[in-house]
């Protein structure tokens, strides 16, 4: 049933290939999206192309708006701006993912070792419950699940299993090629009931034989746990989302500056030669293996994945700007940072920003690496991002409310 590595690009060339192949499609994806069969061909699995910017979703918006009326394809371009609302609700909101990564190894330190051991094996595919085991499987084979399925499971986990749900998200996070802090901690608190207080999402048998392919529920072993009327929402600590504040005030170019330049890639956004950066004159490029999560806390699959786009990130930039472009594969970045300002003798290194996550955790890091060196690092923000995370302050219906017209008129400012 497992879906291969291949069915997810991990260059751009290929991501660009699959998009144009699913427009022609994309009508049909709001009838068609929810269902969960093997190859999952009803939805574009283009997820982690746009989870590292491989292609943008302004991009992605724009060639399914270019070829059909904007009815046609309302979902479709709503599940792409769903992990844009995501990352401007998290970015308004930083403490919650602060909060997250503390409290996952607080657990791993606290929680009984009989919980931990149950923990392990319903990660592993071992909980009893057939369905959920081979969604299990799927995702520690392939780094990928159908978001239905991703659903069903969390709820499995925080609902049926009663585990803690940081740590049923920091298990996605290690395993999913597309995994995104904001779209997938969110989601997990939203699945548990704490991003929407009063609302859960519960795993429902009828909801699983309504919309899985026959085959993933051939064996109905442990189906009796998601009867409709046995599975009740955890009882989890009623708290509200903290207030939005304020969005840090970026430039949307680069200053003109004499200065010899560092591109610093990373894999929040692979694509340096489309947008702001473009007019960039650098005179090294850099991607660095250890920035963000190590090796050591992913999957294989998510560890070939992460691997195989900071390597077509090289070439594209390479090529696009005309200078030596590589990975930096030691495990200290802070050290490897260092190395290659000194080496390339930079006054200065500009980056398109990262979002709320592992790659701006180590912001500080680099900022003190580089002030030590007198070089400034500068970060630029996407006119997409700029425009798009101060809506995110409320709900998700607000904010589509007030871009859906926009994109219906496919408003310049929003593709530029």
Do not use: M
């Given at each position: 049933m497992f879906s291969t590595a291949a069915a997810f690009p991990a260059t751009r060339t290929a991501a660009l290939a699959r998009l144009a192949a699913f427009v022609p499609a994309a009508p049909r994806y709001g009838a068609e999206r929810n269902r969960v069969a093997p190859g999952h061909n009803a939805v574009s699995r283009l997820s982690p192309a746009i989870r590292h910017r491989l292609i943008l979703e302004a991009e992605a918006a724009a060639a399914l708006l270019g070829a059909h009326a904007f009815p046609a394809v309302e979902k479709c371009v709503q599940e792409i701006v769903w992990r844009t609302y995501w990352k401007g609700w998290l970015e308004l909101r930083p403490q919650v993912w602060a909060d997250f990564k503390s409290a996952v190894p607080a657990l791993r330190a606290s929680l009984p070792a009989a919980t931990l051991a149950r923990a392990d094996a319903v990660a592993a595919g071992r909980s009893g419950v057939a369905a959920m085991d081979a969604f299990a499987r799927e995702l520690a084979a392939t780094g990928y699940l159908h978001n239905h399925a991703r659903m069903w499971w969390a709820s499995f986990w925080i609902h049926v299993e009663r585990l803690p749900w940081e740590l049923g998200a920091d298990h996605f996070r290690r395993h999913l090629l597309d995994a995104d802090p904001a779209a997938n901690t969110l989601s997990w608190r939203w699945v548990a009931g704490?991003?929407?207080?009063?609302?859960?999402?519960?795993?429902?048998?009828?909801?699983?034989?309504?919309?899985?392919?026959?085959?993933?529920?051939?064996?109905?072993?442990?189906?009796?746990?998601?009867?409709?009327?046995?599975?009740?929402?955890?009882?989890?600590?009623?708290?509200?989302?903290?207030?939005?504040?304020?969005?840090?005030?970026?430039?949307?170019?680069?200053?003109?500056?004499?200065?010899?330049?560092?591109?610093?890639?990373?894999?929040?956004?692979?694509?340096?030669?489309?947008?702001?950066?473009?007019?960039?004159?650098?005179?090294s490029i850099a991607a660095f293996a250890a920035a963000g999560e190590t090796d050591a806390e992913l999957s294989p699959p998510r560890r070939a994945h992460l691997a195989a786009v900071r390597a077509d990130a090289c070439a594209r930039a390479a090529a696009a700007f005309g200078c030596a472009a590589a990975v930096d594969p030691a495990p200290d970045f802070a050290a490897a940072f260092?190395?290659?300002?000194?080496?390339?003798?930079?006054?200065?290194?500009?980056?398109?920003?990262?979002?709320?996550?592992?790659?701006?955790?180590?912001?500080?890091?680099?900022?003190?690496?580089?002030?030590?060196?007198?070089?400034?690092?500068?970060?630029?923000?996407?006119?997409?991002?700029?425009?798009?995370?101060?809506?995110?302050?409320?709900?998700?219906?607000?904010?589509?409310?007030?871009?859906?017209?926009?994109?219906?008129?496919?408003?310049?400012?929003?593709?530029?």
């Open positions: 704490l991003q929407t207080p009063g609302k859960t999402y519960l795993v429902r048998r009828s909801n699983l034989a309504a919309w899985c392919d026959p085959a993933l529920l051939a064996d109905p072993a442990g189906l009796d746990r998601l009867d409709d009327p046995v599975v009740s929402a955890a009882p989890l600590p009623a708290t509200r989302p903290p207030a939005a504040g304020p969005l840090a005030d970026l430039p949307a170019t680069p200053p003109a500056a004499p200065a010899r330049t560092g591109l610093w890639l990373h894999e929040d956004d692979l694509l340096p030669e489309l947008g702001p950066l473009s007019d960039l004159r650098p005179a260092g190395a290659w300002i000194e080496s390339a003798g930079l006054q200065r290194i500009v980056a398109l920003a990262p979002a709320v996550g592992p790659v701006a955790d180590l912001l500080p890091v680099a900022r003190t690496v580089a002030a030590a060196r007198g070089v400034e690092l500068v970060l630029v923000r996407r006119a997409w991002d700029r425009l798009l995370w101060p809506l995110a302050r409320a709900g998700f219906f607000p904010f589509w409310e007030n871009l859906r017209p926009r994109l219906a008129a496919r408003e310049a400012a929003l593709f530029s």
